[in-house]
């Protein structure tokens, strides 16, 4: 059976690991034993604090195999994108340029930098 649970200190060599055989590109789990501990600390600290409006809490979880004990992914949530750090994402977006003098029409396709998710919650993940 599959369980998810929130991370804990000692499950950190693990969650090395699945860092280490995560894809290139996945830069939410950064094979950084340092950055690892920050982010699992950040977590045990998340899940202690006493929260009435979400902030800058970071919850980590991980699953766990539970017939072998060894866990097969992770994922986290971050209360408020863009709370302490800056958070951007991008809008896909068509432009239209036309001109019925000219009899121009064009379509052109632009992924233009927006802050629309800032203080949303933000989910990410690795399995």
């Known amino acids: 059976m599959l369980v998810m649970r929130p991370a804990q200190m000692a499950d950190l060599g693990e969650v090395q690991r699945l860092a280490a055989d995560s894809p290139i590109g996945v830069t939410s789990l950064p094979d950084d034993v340092e950055r690892l501990s920050d982010k699992i600390a950040a977590s045990e600290a998340s899940f202690a604090a006493e929260v009435s409006f979400n902030g800058e809490e970071s919850y980590f979880f991980v699953l766990e195999d539970s017939a072998t004990a060894k866990l097969v992914g992770c994922s986290a949530i971050v209360a408020s994108a863009g709370y ?20 121009i029409h064009n379509k052109i396709h632009v992924l233009s930098q927006c802050h629309d998710l800032t203080g949303n919650s933000l989910l990410t993940s690795f399995y």
């Open 84 to 103: 302490s750090e800056p958070f951007y994402s991008f809008r896909n977006e068509t432009f239209v340029h036309a001109s019925r003098e000219l009899k």
